[in-house]
Structures are given as C-alpha cells and as structure tokens.
C-alpha cells in the first residue's frame, strides 16, 4: 500500500511538471506492475478534460486518453490472468 | 467418483466478484469517456466539472515550478552568470538602437491610423500559464484566467505586447485554453513581410508552421512573417525554405518566435 501511495505521488509529480510523454510511460508501467491501478485511468480522465479540444475528433478530443488507459488496464489484466507472472 | 466439498466450490467466489467490480468500473470510465467523446455537452459538463475541481492544483503546482526556479538560480555558478550578464548588455545596446528606429515607425503608424479612425489602443487581459507544451500533449497552453476576469471565447494570445501565439477555445470560470498557431491542422492568415504577398500558414505541432506561396516568390531565410488585418502581430521569422524546380510551389517552415518554456504570462486581447 505505501509503495502504491508513493507511487501515486510519483505520477502526479510527472503529470504536473514533466513532459506528457514521461506520465504516459509512467502510467503503463504501473497500470502493469500494480493491480487495478485505477489512479491511471482518473489522471487520464482529467488529462482529457484539460488538454481535449471541444471539436468532435476521437486523435485530439474528449476520450482519448481515459479510453486508452482502459484499454491498457484491461488488457494487462487479461495477460496477468493468462500468464500468471506478476 | 469426485467428491466436490462447499468450500472448495466457493474458492473462486472472492476472485469473481473481484473481477466484477473491476469490469462495473471499466464499464464506467468507458460510457463516461464515450459519452464525453460523441456528445458535445456531456463533454462540457465533464470538462468543466474536473477543470474547476482541479484548477487549485495546477495553481499550486505553477506556483511551486516559480519558487524551484528562483531557488535553483540562486546556485547558478557565477561565471555562466558573468556571460549571461553581457550577453545581455550586448544585446540591450542592440535593442536601443532598433527601438531608436522603431520609435519613428510607430509615431508614424499611429497618426495614419487616426487618420484612417482606428485608433491603435488595445487592452489585455492578462493571465498566467498553468500548463504549457510539453506537460500538454498538444500545441496548447492552460492560463489561470477565465470567464471571471472577462476573458471570452476567440480573444487573441499575444505575447511580449506583438506576438501572436493563438486564440481562446475554451473558457472556465477561473481558467481558459489557448490553441497555438501551431497546433496541427491550425489555419492561420499570414503576409511574408518582404515579399508582400499573403498565405495560409498550417500548424504542424510543435511549435512549426508551414506556409506553401508560388515558387516565383523570392523569400531569403529570417524574412518576417505577420498577420493579416489592420493591425499586426509577428508570428515568426521564415526558417527552412524548401523549393523544387519541378513544384510550382515552394515550402516555408518557420517556429514562433517565443521560447514557451520561458513565457510566464500572456495578454488576452480584448
């Protein structure tokens, strides 16, 4: 729990100061090490509010980023199920 | 034959419902995000609901990126601060001599324009950059000021008083969005200065614009670049220039003039 609470801390630290790129790879790589690594999808979520564009466009709007943390949630839980190593 | 015993049955129980409530919640953040995606004010609510609840945040976080700063020039060596030092007496000197010959085309700019009745006296609003590229992942900058301070949807971003770097799409109570004249795809109307001839420049990210005009057109590297209308702002100088006999055009990619990284404030034109 403490190394989840850092961890947390960690990511937030990137999204506020650090180039996008190092929260993203941040995020995947805990969304892989940690279990429903839900603090991921939220950052995504408020990401998306403050960087989408208010035109309808799936690259550049609303959803991207929180749809893909999902996706990425998903799939490594399924792959953590199948494989059993983590 | 196998006897099956209850508790062995149940094993899997606690791992089920576990899995559950993950799937309830990816089911969650999926529909939010999808209905934030397809529908325009779902979008808005959302938006405006996470911007205003985590404004204080960014805020602070700004305000503690300042103080690392004056913190960390504090142990600057002194001799990078020796060269900085003249670099900047240097350049002062320069920029005195351009403001002497500057300050007769302005006086001259102003009475034609009072002849013409447009009056060259424009207010700012101004604001301070939560957020900028690289933390955004687009070509847009966060600032703190909003609806509250009268900042409105299109208001032109200039900075250093005739910059243009972008215009408002998006305004909250205590925050608004800026997309750069760089952000892909982004059209802006532009004149090449010395050429005199006016384009579309096309964002292409990262703070680069590109500009096509007839092959014809001569145009040498760090030729100005401004906008169109009445009164206008620089938007960069022309950088790499790409021309082929064989195109009946030629390519003109330029940066903004401005080091984001740098920019603290910018002036919302009124």
Request: hydrophobic share 45%; proline share 4%; with cysteine.
């Amino acid at each position: 729990m403490r190394e989840r609470i850092i961890t947390d801390v960690f990511v937030f630290c990137l999204f506020f100061w650090a180039p996008w790129w190092w929260t993203a790879a941040a995020v995947i790589v805990f969304i892989i090490l940690f279990e429903n690594y839900w603090e991921g999808a939220a950052l995504a979520l408020i990401a998306d509010s403050f960087y989408s564009l208010p035109e309808i466009s799936f690259w550049r709007g609303f959803g991207f980023f929180t749809l893909s943390s999902l996706l990425i949630l998903y799939a490594s839980s399924f792959a953590k199920s199948k494989i059993k190593i983590l | 034959m196998t006897k099956i015993y209850p508790q062995n049955r149940d094993r899997f129980a606690p791992e089920r419902s576990k899995r559950k409530i993950k799937k309830t919640w990816i089911f969650i953040f999926a529909v939010l995000a999808l209905l934030g995606a397809t529908n325009g004010e779902a979008r808005n609510f959302a938006v405006k609901t996470i911007v205003i609840a985590t404004s204080p945040v960014f805020n602070f976080s700004r305000f503690v990126a300042e103080k690392k700063d004056n913190v960390f020039f504090l142990f600057k060596n002194k001799q990078s601060l020796d060269e900085e030092l003249n670099y900047l007496r240097e350049r002062n000197i320069e920029l005195e001599n351009e403001i002497i010959l500057l300050e007769s085309a302005k006086k001259e700019n102003e009475e034609l324009k009072i002849l013409l009745s447009r009056p060259d006296k424009k207010s700012y609003i101004l604001g301070s950059i939560v957020s900028r590229p690289p933390q955004s992942p687009y070509d847009m900058i966060v600032l703190d000021a909003g609806s509250d301070n009268g900042v409105k949807q299109g208001m032109r971003a200039i900075a250093y008083g005739s910059v243009l770097i972008g215009h408002v799409v998006e305004v909250f109570p205590y925050a608004s969005k800026i997309k750069l004249v760089s952000y892909p795809g982004e059209e802006t109307n532009l004149i090449m200065e010395n050429a005199k001839i006016s384009a579309i420049g096309l964002g292409l990210g990262g703070g680069n614009i590109e500009v096509k005009i007839p092959g014809s057109v001569k145009i040498n590297s760090g030729d100005k670049i401004i906008t169109e209308g009445a009164f206008h702002h620089l938007l960069g100088t022309a950088d790499k220039i790409e021309a082929d006999a064989l195109n009946p055009f030629q390519k003109i990619i330029f940066r903004m003039p401005v080091n984001l990284n740098e920019l603290q404030k910018i002036g919302l034109e009124k």
